[in-house]
């Protein structure tokens, strides 16, 4: 029975098992936008989140946790989920260097910037319920969202899979009561053209309702070729999302949610960092002009094409004193990029991926409700819940100029092979418990189980003609698999895998000073599945490493001072991670690419901080917003080879840790790097905003914002490069808007990074090859007008 047939057969199933068993619930995993407070009645942006398998108000739960609702998106011109980091302290969300439709999510230090799916990120993030394993198009945009919810810290016990830095959980919209339609467009600078709607029916009045959605955004591009003169990096990305609601009876709630991604963008613009000792040098003697840095050469097609469809369903049955929930999760992802790795106008490092990826993913919790009880059991909360995951995915790359390269007579191409499977299966449980009116303890268990297939043919087929430029030269999946198979039987491809179990546990007490200010203090784990490199080419190389954990110990206090006016949130925290992952890039004359990637685990780290929310309405026109993010993350070990194999006249000794023989006769030596500073951490990140409504009465009302974010000196790669040192920056962002009367027309101008800060937003070493250097968005600006009808 194939993937696909699976998948299907086992929503069927849940979803008849939850229809039989009882009538059911509203739908708390993505809380409709009518129950939720909305931020301008409240004032200070009160969001329902659900966090802890509940609808509860942001100020209630005893977590470090920052939302952000429609209205709140709206006002600071969020785009995708890279506009959130400078309003969250301590979280950095950058595009992937290399895949824009990706993001490389970092919090309190730990975050991860790859793309390949043989690896996980330390940050999960889910749609509606549904965790997202792909690292690919995980670049959410903002439009029809009821609420972001940023989690920051391990989830262990309440995220579906587990996540070992925090989480980052988007919801969509569900349909309201009535007939409707939003629409919205931009324009802006750099080609800037984004056309969005949204249509909403009901159907049957309380008993059926549809939500459609189209997104287009497009742009040019703020990159130039200096070839030719054209713009690079731009995007075309389509979105379609429709969601029904069906209530047959009072007590059951079936949401189904389906979405399509077509995204034809470009590959982001970046250019060399000049390094004479690597081979762009040496050989090509390129080396990058100083004609700015938004000025690049580019003589390869740089095309990145991602096609993914996601069906999510979550359905809620009432038994009275218990409530069942099922959420089901279909997420397929194929994408075909072409890339100019060495980032110059010399043909030297393109390559070409293709790649598909399956997820299919259940999970089912029973949830109490005792609200009607006069007992002590109704200050209990319970959850229980089972969680199971299965994802594959396949990987050929094609490089047109190796092995050329490295033997000039051979004068062919080459491809590769790589494919995982992946079985995650869990059950959890979650108790909160009243001990008295103001006093709350929270506990919570989790056991995982997981198994990973790995599948690697380093040697792969060569190609011909040598230095193709187009996509019919490179082969299928299916004809790559196919290779694969006889390598295998050869010896030249291998398969690796392991079964693991881990148990995570999470506790927390809160407490009411008053009704309006709450402290608490928990502690919680989480971990990470340990990874294979899917760039190896030997066992010694592909791992898998071992798992990496993190345990949690966090407090703070949340409360509203003087009848709301004031709001303060302050958290601090120590997490102590262990077997952090890391891969190595070098070169290897014996695989037909000449190059690979080591996975290793590197070491352990220590991150302590602080974060300050804090929002002051003197007036009710009024508002000013801060937040504060203080961090000093450290390695407590760091013993690993990060600089690649060498050789040596005897064979060598590590100081720290091991010696790894390969087979062409070089070794990975294990160096102490323990001074090193965790990537994209640094120890100040800041935001200053404030917001003013000037009041037009019938003709509706003027809204004026300003923010300042502010970050100190970080670094963009784990070696701590000099030429990916960044940060001790100021950027600025605005807007100036108008909103009718009746809310429903509005219009606002918009700018972000005014002062036109120029800065180095990734650095990508390739060992000896060269070094990809990308930096930020410089000044963008643009009109977005909105009507609702």
Request: aromatic share 10%; hydrophobic share 40%; with cysteine.
């Amino acid at each position: 029975m194939n993937f696909r047939n699976q998948i299907l057969l086992a929503g069927v199933a849940s979803i008849a098992t939850l229809t039989y068993a009882a009538p059911a619930m509203a739908q708390d995993a993505a809380a409709p936008a009518d129950t939720t407070e909305t931020e301008a009645d409240s004032g200070t942006d009160e969001i329902i989140v659900t966090a802890r398998f509940r609808n509860e108000s942001l100020q209630d739960v005893p977590q470090a946790i920052s939302a952000f609702g429609e209205q709140t998106l709206a006002k600071i011109a969020a785009r995708d989920i890279t506009d959130l980091a400078p309003s969250t302290p301590n979280v950095s969300i950058q595009p992937v260097a290399t895949f824009s439709n990706s993001a490389a999510i970092f919090i309190r230090g730990l975050g991860a910037q790859g793309i390949e799916s043989t690896e996980e990120s330390p940050v999960g993030v889910s749609i509606d319920g549904v965790y997202v394993t792909r690292p690919v198009a995980t670049m959410l945009d903002t439009f029809d969202l009821d609420r972001i919810e940023v989690l920051r810290g391990p989830q262990g016990t309440s995220f579906g899979k587990n996540s070992l830095a925090g989480g980052i959980a988007a919801y969509t919209k569900n349909p309201g009561r009535d007939w409707g339609v939003q629409t919205e467009v931009t324009v802006g600078n750099y080609g800037r053209m984004d056309a969005r709607a949204a249509v909403n029916m009901p159907l049957i009045r309380d008993t059926l309702a549809v939500r459609l959605v189209l997104n287009k955004e497009t742009y040019d591009g703020y990159f130039t070729n200096r070839l030719n003169g054209k713009k690079i990096g731009g995007q075309d990305r389509l979105t379609l999302r429709g969601t029904v609601v069906f209530t047959p009876t009072d007590n059951l709630d079936i949401n189904l949610k389906a979405f399509l991604v077509r995204d034809r963008s470009s590959a982001p613009g970046g250019d060399t960092a000049p390094n004479r000792n690597q081979l762009l040098w040496q050989v090509f003697r390129f080396e990058e002009p100083n004609d700015g840095a938004y000025t690049i050469g580019r003589d390869f097609p740089a095309d990145h094409d991602t096609d993914q469809l996601g069906l999510i369903s979550n359905i809620g049955l009432d038994m009275g004193s218990w409530q069942a929930k099922s959420i089901t999760g279909y997420i397929e992802t194929d994408d075909f990029n072409d890339s100019d790795f060495d980032q110059s106008e010399v043909f030297f490092f393109p390559t070409f991926r293709l790649q598909s990826h399956r997820q299919f993913s259940q999970e089912l919790r029973l949830q109490s409700d005792f609200s009607d009880r006069t007992d002590a059991l109704s200050r209990l909360s319970l959850v229980f819940g089972g969680y199971f995951l299965k994802q594959s995915f396949e990987l050929a790359q094609a490089f047109p100029t190796l092995p050329v390269l490295l033997a000039p007579t051979l004068r062919f191409g080459s491809e590769d092979f790589v494919a995982q499977d992946n079985t995650a299966k869990a059950l959890f449980a979650q108790a909160i418990y009243g001990i008295t009116d103001r006093l709350n303890i929270t506990l919570g268990v989790r056991q995982s189980w997981e198994s990973k297939d790995y599948f690697r043919d380093p040697t792969g087929v060569l190609l011909s003609p040598a230095f193709f430029s187009t996509r019919a030269t490179v082969k299928s999946l299916a004809e790559m698999e196919a290779i694969a198979n006889t390598n295998l039987a050869a010896g030249k491809a291998f398969k690796l895998g392991y079964n693991r179990d881990r148990m995570t546990f999470k506790a927390g007490l809160d407490y009411r000073l008053t009704d309006d200010v709450m402290l608490y203090a928990g502690f919680s784990q989480g971990y990470k599945g340990g990874g294979f490199g899917a760039r190896s080419a030997t066992t010694s190389t592909a791992g898998p490493t071992e798992d990496n954990t993190a345990n949690l110990f966090e407090a703070g206090i949340k409360g509203d001072f003087f009848d709301r006016l004031l709001r303060l949130n302050l958290t601090g925290f120590v997490t102590k991670f262990k077997q952090l992952e890391f891969g190595v890039f070098f070169p290897n004359p014996n695989v037909a690419s000449g190059q690979e990637t080591a996975q290793l685990n590197i070491g352990s780290a220590t991150t302590k901080g602080l974060e300050l929310e804090a929002t002051l309405k003197p007036t009710q026109n009024f508002r000013l917003s801060a937040n504060v993010g203080y961090l000093d993350a450290k390695y407590t070990s760091f013993c690993a080879d990060i600089d690649g194999p060498s050789a040596f006249p005897t064979p060598p000794t590590s100081t720290c840790g091991d010696v790894t023989a390969l087979p062409n006769g070089t070794y990975l030596v294990d160096i102490d790097h323990t001074g090193k500073k965790l990537v994209r951490a640094p120890k100040w990140q800041t935001q200053l905003s404030a917001e003013y409504t000037i009041p037009l009465g019938s003709a509706g009302n003027i809204n004026l914002r300003g923010a300042m974010s502010y970050r100190s000196t970080y670094y963009s790669t784990v070696a701590n490069d000099l030429a990916g040192k960044t940060g001790d920056f100021t950027l600025v962002d605005g807007s100036i808007g108008w909103e009718s009367e009746d809310g429903r027309f509005r219009a606002m101008v918009w700018g972000k990074n005014l002062t036109n800060k120029t800065y180095v937003a990734a650095l990508t070493p390739t060992a000896q090859f060269f070094t990809q250097r990308f930096y930020n968005a410089p000044r963008t600006f643009g009109l977005t007008l909105g009507a609702s009808f």
